[in-house]
Nanobody, 124 residues
Framework: QVLLVESGGGLVQAGGSQRLSCAASGLTFSSYVMGWFRQDPGKEREFVAGVSRSGEGTDYADSVKGRFTISRDNAKNTVYLQMNSLKPEDTALYYC?????????????????WGQGTQVTVSG
């Protein structure tokens, strides 16, 4: 059984930083592209960032480019999202997801496995 478990969410002031983690089990982690997505109530889930299987390739949504950094540790089966200079519009439920294949893709339906999400709320 594949499990993706996010952690690190919470309440933060605008301008602050937060680091999300996603621990994976039940899959060969290094064989999967990993992504972070977010969703506000009433809105569609949107791509935030993605990282290649080796960790060398990354992609970011324009709205977070320069502020967020995605990384992975294949020895720990964990993917991270470092979020800096947070804005109120970053408030959302953040999900990590795993995708087979080698390409980092932004499309939600391309991802095979999903976590339950962790809430990030930016005040200010």
């Amino acid at each position: 059984q594949v499990l993706l478990v996010e952690s690190g969410g919470g309440l933060v002031q605008a301008g602050g930083s937060q680091r999300l983690s996603c621990a994976a089990s039940g899959l060969t982690f290094s064989s999967y592209v990993m992504g972070w997505f977010r969703q506000d109530p009433g809105k569609e889930r949107e791509f935030v960032a993605g990282v290649s299987r080796s960790g060398e390739g990354t992609d970011y949504a324009d709205s977070v480019k320069g502020r967020f950094t995605i990384s992975r540790d294949n020895a720990k089966n964990t993917v991270y999202l470092q979020m800096n200079s947070l804005k109120p519009e970053d408030t959302a439920l953040y999900y990590c997801a795993a995708k087979s294949g080698s390409l980092v893709i932004r499309r939600v339906r391309a991802y095979d496995y999903w976590g339950q999400g962790t809430q990030v709320t930016v005040s200010g």
